[in-house]
């Protein structure tokens, strides 16, 4: 399997306060790998890191082997990492269609705009029909629609969810958790943060949990089940 993502020993600080200890993980190309963990263990710092968002004090980021710790958003971007945030950040003032074009603000990704944009209203056809509704307007089932659609208008190489079931209504959850195993099964590498951890195994492949800033459990969906550890420890975690 091709390895695509590569995180060796990254190490992150919030000012005076260390978030990440000697983080490690890899991700193989068209895998759905999770991140998993209770609030505050460090699991959207990790994907900061990946982003650019928050540099590595020490440690190495590699997308197809291209150096990327302490690069730029833009240049994350450019090489194909695409982030959804947890709280989806949209523009609410703006209508549906103008908040998936903000995500083709690259060239390439301008190119590709009228391609991209039908291809996120196949996925969530209820977005081509609330696409000039402002986006603050919509439920949060929508909104996150809207936020993985700006994502994929990228084109991204590794789709990054930062707890993207939060503030999602149950009948949704299910809709979103389609969209996504389709955009899977097309061939997107995807990583998936998430805190419920029930939910999360549902969806991907493999696992890293993530406790107080370190890695400390990693398998596949079936091992880790089997963990009595893992099942004692994190299972009651929602």
């Known amino acids: 399997m091709i390895q695509m993502l590569e995180v ?3 190490s992150v600080s919030h000012g005076s306060l260390q978030a990440l200890w000697d983080v490690s993980f890899h991700v193989g190309k068209g895998e759905r790998v999770g991140i998993l963990g209770a609030n505050g263990a460090g699991k959207s710092t990790t994907l900061g890191a ?3 968002l928050y540099p590595p004090s020490s440690g190495e ?15 994350c971007v450019t090489h194909g990492l695409a982030l959804v945030p947890e709280g989806r950040r949209l523009f609410p003032e703006m209508s549906v269609r103008e908040n998936l074009e903000m995500g083709a603000y690259l060239p390439a990704a301008r190119r590709a705009l009228a391609e991209n944009i039908e291809k ?32 994929l208008m990228t084109s991204p ?8 079931f939060l503030g999602v209504a149950p009948l949704l959850v299910d809709e979103v958790m389609h969209a996504l195993g389709l955009i899977a099964a097309d061939g ?5 943060v998430e805190q419920n951890i029930h939910r999360a195994l549902d969806f991907v492949d493999r696992a890293y ?3 107080s800033g370190r890695i400390v459990l990693e398998g596949t969906r079936e091992s880790l089940l089997g963990d009595t550890n893992f099942s004692n420890k994190f299972l009651g975690i929602d």
Do not use: C, W
């Not at 980021?61 to 240049?75: M, N, S, V």
């Not at 190489?157 to 993207?164: A, F, K, N, Q, S």
């Not at 997107?188 to 998936?192: F, H, I, P, Q, S």
């Open 8 to 10: 060796s020993n990254i």
């Open 50 to 52: 990946l982003m650019g």
């Open 61 to 75: 980021i590699r997308l197809l082997g291209h150096p990327l710790a302490g690069k730029p958003p833009t240049e």
């Open 120 to 151: 996120v209203y196949s996925l969530f056809p209820i977005l081509k029909q609330k696409a000039g509704q402002h986006a603050g307007e919509l439920s949060g089932g929508q909104q996150q629609m809207v936020a993985i659609g700006r994502a």
């Open 157 to 164: 190489r590794i789709l990054l969810l930062d707890e993207p």
């Open 188 to 192: 997107m590498t995807v990583v998936l």
């Open 209 to 211: 949990v993530i406790e």
